[in-house]
């Protein structure tokens, strides 16, 4: 059985043995925000030698340390501190108490501090897991809203016009009956594709937000690619609406996943083309950037009011003056995943009225 030594300490001692021991950051700091005093795990946290840094403003020798009058008695304030010369960055939780000093004027601070790293760091993941089921459950809320109102149409119009086949059908061939079965067969296929292409727009995106969504990356030309993306939607378009394209003489090659690639761009070229139908021609612009390849896809429709902005990007969210032009909502948020997914970025300029530019960039490789 072992037996705890007894230990008399002096008042001094106690205090030395509490210091060196301790594994709190103890400041103490003047009106002009220096340090008058550092506890020996000062040297310990920072690698810094406490005589070097004695009288310096502590919020030179740590930058994001606040200023005197950000500080509150007993406030709890987390730090970011990055440790060059260490190459690593800690979070430090400081509490701040006015003190005063015998026999020296005015006022000073003492601060306590200590790491927190590792909890800040569970912390971030939990409220990233909480933001991410707070938004999964938004967005589930709002495709049962959508899923209701915009599946009400297509399915509708499958049925009446499945029941006018079955009556027709009781009736002798005509070639008004047939042009009367072809139309309803026309629709039918058409709000048939109009559910699959909802159902695809949710599946694409539900597997975009996939943080281990596997990527097919390739090199390809992109001015080739663009070109020969453009060409296939206007045929698509039968030359009723034609999207004009612009590029360099040069040409850069980028490593993407192209599908991916394919429906991004397809993605906004539709949109220019829905959203302008009764303007000019929509635009493609290829632009090289330094280090990046810039795509802008440019219309003169009906561009996006200013206080809706900040949610174009959101899931199912569709702008008030869209009318009656068909759509999900689910297009842009899509756009946006698997921009980065792709390592690229994207952003938009529009005035409701005046059109819309929307811009894709990625970096060359």
């Known amino acids: 059985m072992t037996h705890e030594s007894i230990i008399d300490f002096t008042n001094d001692e106690m205090l030395q043995f509490f210091l060196e021991n301790s594994e709190d950051i103890m400041v103490i700091l003047n009106e002009e925000m220096e340090a008058v005093f550092l506890s020996p795990s000062f040297e310990k946290v920072f690698q810094k030698p406490i005589s070097e840094n004695l009288e310096k403003k502590f919020n030179e020798v740590l930058i994001n340390f606040p200023s005197l009058p950000l500080m509150k008695p007993n406030q709890k304030m987390v730090i970011p501190v990055v440790l060059k010369e260490l190459k690593k960055s800690l979070m430090l939780e400081f509490q701040f108490k006015p003190i005063q000093v015998k026999d020296r004027p005015g006022r000073f601070i003492f601060a306590i501090g200590r790491d927190v790293t590792e909890r800040e760091l569970v912390l971030k993941k939990f409220k990233d897991i909480a933001f991410k089921e707070k938004e999964l459950n938004q967005m589930k809320s709002r495709f049962v809203s959508m899923a209701s109102h915009e599946f009400k149409?297509?399915?509708?119009?499958?049925?009446?016009?499945?029941?006018?086949?079955?009556?027709?059908?009781?009736?002798?061939?005509?070639?008004?009956?047939?042009?009367?079965?072809?139309g309803h067969i026309d629709k039918i296929i058409n709000q048939s594709n109009r559910l699959t292409s909802i159902m695809s727009d949710v599946l694409l995106l539900e597997k975009s937000i996939q943080q281990d969504m596997k990527l097919n990356l390739k090199k390809i030309s992109i001015g080739k690619f663009l070109e020969s993306l453009i060409h296939d939607i206007n045929e698509e378009n039968l030359n009723r609406r034609t999207v004009r394209f612009f590029q360099p003489q040069s040409d850069k090659q980028i490593l993407t996943d192209e599908s991916m690639l394919v429906h991004i761009i397809r993605n906004l070229i539709q949109n220019a083309l829905n959203y302008s139908p009764e303007s000019s021609d929509p635009e493609v612009h290829l632009s090289i950037i330094g280090n990046f390849v810039e795509?802008?896809?440019?219309?003169?429709?009906?561009?996006?009011?200013?206080?809706?902005?900040?949610?174009?990007?959101?899931?199912?969210?569709?702008?008030?003056?869209?009318?009656?032009?068909k759509g999900t909502g689910l297009g842009l948020n899509i756009v946006q995943e698997l921009t980065k997914k792709l390592k690229g970025e994207i952003w938009f300029k529009s005035k409701e009225g005046m059109g819309s530019e929307f811009f894709v960039s990625f970096p060359v490789k």
Request: glycine content about 6%.
């Open 295 to 325: 795509i802008r896809i440019k219309d003169y429709g009906i561009g996006i009011p200013r206080e809706e902005h900040e949610n174009i990007f959101g899931s199912f969210y569709r702008a008030k003056n869209v009318g009656n032009i």
């Open 153 to 182: 149409t297509p399915i509708a119009t499958i049925v009446s016009s499945v029941m006018i086949m079955q009556m027709l059908l009781d009736k002798d061939f005509s070639d008004e009956i047939k042009v009367k079965l072809l």
